[in-house]
């Protein structure tokens, strides 16, 4: 079946630094990508949803310059939590879908403690 | 715009005991109906979908009716596992195509031996 791995698992960086996350569809090719952010406890918050090769769009709320999101292949998208901030610390998880069959996959989310 | 209610948790049961979970939704249209579960943790697994009105979505024992009269898509089993002890996401996705979900807040489901 369908997989998307998403690295790292864990992160913890110093306030200030970036930090980068991937994810990957190993054995389909993921048209859309999308982001999403959860809280403790609370449900998943959609940041942004990203086409290969064009622009990601962001939700309302969500600040771009901080969260860059790249999809250059059908195969990895990458989000960079510029200047990160303890604020910024949270579960992130990523979502691959190929328009048809597939679905919706996720990966198993990446924990970021920003200190 | 399109939203999911769930029931708020956590819901305590013993070994054994039937389930329910409830969802509602309001969307345009017909959306296509999920519900996933997240062990602690990890990422999102799809448990079940339903894509039209009248569909039962299952898998592992889980079923659920897409109930478009009552815009509900309850979760049931019959006899829940400890190993089911997770949390579950009630979702839906508008429009044509692989449209983004729209999640509820999710209900921590507890069980006892």
């Known amino acids: 079946g369908a997989v998307v791995s998403q690295h790292p698992s864990r992160v913890i960086c110093k306030s200030g630094t970036s930090v980068k996350i991937e994810c990957r569809s190993l054995?389909?090719?993921?048209?859309?990508m999308f982001w999403y952010r959860q809280f403790p406890k609370q449900s998943l918050m959609l940041m942004a949803t990203s086409n290969e090769g064009s622009k990601a769009t962001y939700e309302q709320g969500v600040e771009k310059d901080k969260f860059l999101i790249n999809h250059a292949s059908l195969t990895l998208s990458t989000l960079t939590v510029t200047s990160a901030h303890p604020e910024d610390s949270s579960f992130y998880i990523c979502?691959?879908?190929?328009?048809?069959?597939?679905?919706?996959?996720f990966g198993s989310g990446t924990r970021l403690t920003v200190v | 715009g399109d939203s999911v209610t769930q029931m708020e948790g956590p819901v305590t049961l013993s070994e054994e005991a039937f389930l329910t979970i409830n969802c509602t939704y309001t969307a345009t249209g017909y959306p296509s109906l999920f519900w996933y579960v997240q062990y602690p943790g990890e990422g999102l697994q799809l448990l079940l979908k339903?894509?039209?009105?009248?569909d039962k979505g299952s898998n592992k024992g889980f079923e659920a009716t897409y109930r478009k009269e009552t815009t509900s898509f309850h979760l049931e089993k019959g006899s829940v596992q400890v190993s089911d002890s997770a949390v579950y996401f009630c979702?839906?996705?508008?429009?044509?195509?692989?449209?983004?979900?729209?999640f509820g807040t999710g209900t921590r489901l507890l069980v006892s031996p």
């Open positions: 339903a894509t039209k009105a009248d």
């Open positions: 979502s691959a879908s190929d328009g048809q069959s597939y679905g919706y996959t």
């Open positions: 054995d389909f090719q993921a048209t859309t």
């Open positions: 979702a839906l996705s508008g429009g044509t195509g692989f449209q983004k979900l729209v």
